[in-house]
Nanobody
Framework: QVQLVESGGGLVQAGGSLRLSCAAS????????MAWYRQAPGKQRELVAR???????EYLDSVKGRFTISRDYAKNTAFLQMDSLKPEDTAVYYC???????????????WGQGTQVTVSS
């Protein structure tokens, strides 16, 4: 009923850039927050960047100044611009959104399928 579809991952050399996109679709009444998480092999999933409906943003300390989260309200899409990428940024990146669906009007959390980002040294 609600789907999140990520795109934009890939292989890039250290110092390069990638832009991830997360498009939310389906029975959406409103979106309260959107975020990007990542999970590297053998590590726990961690919050990378988050945006909420109050236009507040927060970032993982290690990506501050390099990553920027933004949103296209009209298209229910969130972006993660990643610059000055480092090998330690290598992970599967997941989109997460807190959405009020029109079917229940109850806030619920939704996840995308993930997109691989690999940064070579």
């Amino acid at each position: 009923q609600v789907q999140l579809v990520e795109s934009g991952g890939g292989l890039v050399q250290a110092g390069g850039s990638l832009r991830l996109s997360c498009a939310a679709s389906g029975v959406i009444f409103s979106i309260k927050a959107m975020a990007w998480y990542r999970q590297a092999p053998g590590k726990q999933r961690e919050l990378v960047a988050r945006w909420d409906s109050g236009a507040r943003t927060e970032y993982l300390d290690s990506v501050k100044g390099r990553f920027t989260i933004s949103r296209d309200y009209a298209k229910n899409t969130a972006f993660l611009q990643m610059d000055s990428l480092k090998p330690e940024d290598t992970a599967v990146y997941y989109c997460n959104a807190y959405i009020y669906p029109t079917t229940t009007f109850q806030l619920d959390s939704y996840w995308g399928q993930g997109t691989q980002v690999t940064v070579s040294s």
